[in-house]
Nanobody
Framework: QVQLVESGGGLVQPGGSLRLSCAAS????????MGWYRQAPGKQREFVAR???????IYADSVKGRFTISRDNAKNTVALQMNSLKPEDTAVYYC??????????????WGQGTQVTVSS
């Protein structure tokens, strides 16, 4: 099947920067889109950013201008550069991919998440 693994989370001070990465592996034929979601304690999971094959990007208003999503199609990876971090950015960040596997079935795949904590 398809697996997504996030990395790069950690503790950072307000105003600091952090870069998250996600690698997809397994029986992948193609990946149409990849993105990031996050979930803070006691809150629902929310959309953060998404990038479509070809480079089109979409951002949540709360991160627009501070976060940048990028993708390496050849390596099946996606990154999220997070600048000017705020305490409210604290959450578990989850990688998502819209995958077509080698059997030509299409579905969403999710990673296990990586913790981002913004605190002084």
């Amino acid at each position: 099947q398809v697996q997504l693994v996030e990395s790069g989370g950690g503790l950072v001070q307000p105003g600091g920067s952090l870069r998250l990465s996600c690698a997809a592996s397994g029986s992948i034929f193609s990946i149409n889109a990849m993105g990031w979601y996050r979930q803070a304690p006691g809150k629902q999971r929310e959309f953060v950013a998404r990038i479509i094959s070809g480079g089109l990007t979409i951002y949540a208003d709360s991160v627009k201008g501070r976060f940048t999503i990028s993708r390496d199609n050849a390596k099946n990876t996606v990154a999220l550069q997070m600048n000017s971090l705020k305490p409210e950015d604290t959450a578990v960040y989850y990688c998502n991919a819209a995958v077509t596997n080698t059997a030509r079935a299409s579905f969403d795949s999710w990673g296990q998440g990586t913790q981002v904590t913004v605190s002084s």
